[in-house]
């Protein structure tokens, strides 16, 4: 099952069964009333019910959020992280996002 951390911080267990330790984890930080966040968070979501990755939702006004807005410095939201790394700012580049993970499932 993919498990999925929303903005409140409570888990949740949607979808298909996967490797935790084996299926990327891709963070969004998001801020209210956001709309290319609430974008990336349907996409997102939705990958994470087929069981392609895990997905990390942060509260850009959280403490952990905050640490990544220090390290990343976005120049706009929704900050997306791959397995702890930048991916994105912004409107979510989906092709960019199948890129990265077909690079990752292949090594």
Same mark, same amino acid.
């Given at each position: 099952?993919?498990?999925?951390?929303?903005?409140?911080?409570?888990?949740?267990?949607?979808?298909?069964?996967t490797d935790r330790a084996a299926s990327p984890m891709v963070?969004?930080?998001t801020a209210e009333a956001c709309h290319l966040c609430e974008d990336a968070h349907t996409e997102l979501l939705n990958? @994470?019910?087929?069981?392609?990755? $895990? /997905? #990390?939702q942060v509260d850009a006004e959280s403490p952990q959020g905050q640490k990544f807005?220090?390290?990343?410095?976005? @120049?706009?939201?929704?900050?997306? $992280? /791959? #397995?702890?790394?930048?991916?994105?700012?912004?409107?979510?580049?989906r092709r960019k996002l199948d890129r990265a993970l077909a690079a990752r499932?292949?090594?």
């Open positions: 099952m993919v498990v999925v951390n929303t903005t409140n911080n409570t888990w949740a267990r949607v979808g298909h069964q963070t969004l930080v990958r @994470a019910t087929q069981g392609q990755l $895990l /997905l #990390d807005l220090h390290q990343h410095r976005p @120049a706009m939201f929704p900050l997306v $992280l /791959l #397995d702890g790394a930048f991916l994105s700012a912004g409107r979510l580049p499932k292949a090594s």
